[in-house]
Nanobody, 114 residues
Framework: QVQLVESGGGLVQPGGSLRLSCAASGFTFGHYVMRWYRQAPGKQRELVAQ????????YYADSVKGRFTISRDNGKNTMYLQMNSLKPEDPAVYYC???????WGQGTQVTVSS
């Protein structure tokens, strides 16, 4: 049974940083493409970043490129999202996803406010 548990969200001032984590279990983590999504109130869930199984290639949405960094530690079955220079348009619930499993975590709330 695939389990994904996000953590690390919180309240940060504009320009601040947060590091999200996604702890995975129940599947062979190192074999899967992993993704971070976010969903703001009243908006559709959007893909933020993606990392392939060995971490050699990544993708970022234009809105976060240059500010966010996705990474993974296959030995720890964990994925990360380092978020720097947070902007007022970044607040959302952030979710991790193992591509093509249909499984989602519960999400972690990110709030950006002064």
């Amino acid at each position: 049974q695939v389990q994904l548990v996000e953590s690390g969200g919180g309240l940060v001032q504009p320009g601040g940083s947060l590091r999200l984590s996604c702890a995975a279990s129940g599947f062979t983590f190192g074999h899967y493409v992993m993704r971070w999504y976010r969903q703001a109130p009243g908006k559709q869930r959007e893909l933020v970043a993606q990392i392939i199984s060995d971490g050699a290639s990544t993708y970022y949405a234009d809105s976060v490129k240059g500010r966010f960094t996705i990474s993974r530690d296959n030995g720890k079955n964990t994925m990360y999202l380092q978020m720097n220079s947070l902007k007022p348009e970044d607040p959302a619930v952030y979710y991790c996803n193992a591509y093509n499993t249909g499984s989602w975590g519960q999400g972690t709330q990110v709030t950006v406010s002064s």
